[in-house]
């Protein structure tokens, strides 16, 4: 069963899809910009891609998800990050828009 790869480059957020693994690619790279391309098999989530993307780290993620499920009702990662000021409006929009292209 052959899956299809998303790629995102780290840089620019160009998306590049494939049926093979980015290892079997001879470039790795961006050929936008040049960037790293980081390669997604299954549906990611906001936390992965925030932090595959540097934006955000494995700790602060591991808070926010803690805060989120000790709240009685469900807030968004997202808004939980914002408030947290994790990361920034800008930053979330980014991802959020990169993390529909991806589905």
Request: aromatic letters at 8%; proline letters at 2%.
């Amino acid at each position: 069963m052959r899956m299809n790869y998303r790629c995102i480059c780290k840089n620019c957020g160009e998306i590049y899809y494939s049926a093979t693994s980015i290892n079997y690619h001879v470039e790795k790279r961006c050929q936008k910009c040049g960037g790293e391309l980081i390669e997604f098999s299954n549906k990611p989530k906001l936390g992965e891609i925030l932090t595959a993307l540097g934006l955000l780290d494995e700790v602060k993620l591991a808070i926010a998800l803690n805060l989120q499920s000790s709240l009685n009702r469900k807030v968004p990662l997202g808004r939980i990050l914002l408030w947290m000021n994790f990361i920034s409006q800008r930053e979330l929009t980014k991802v959020l828009d990169l993390q529909r292209k991806l589905f």
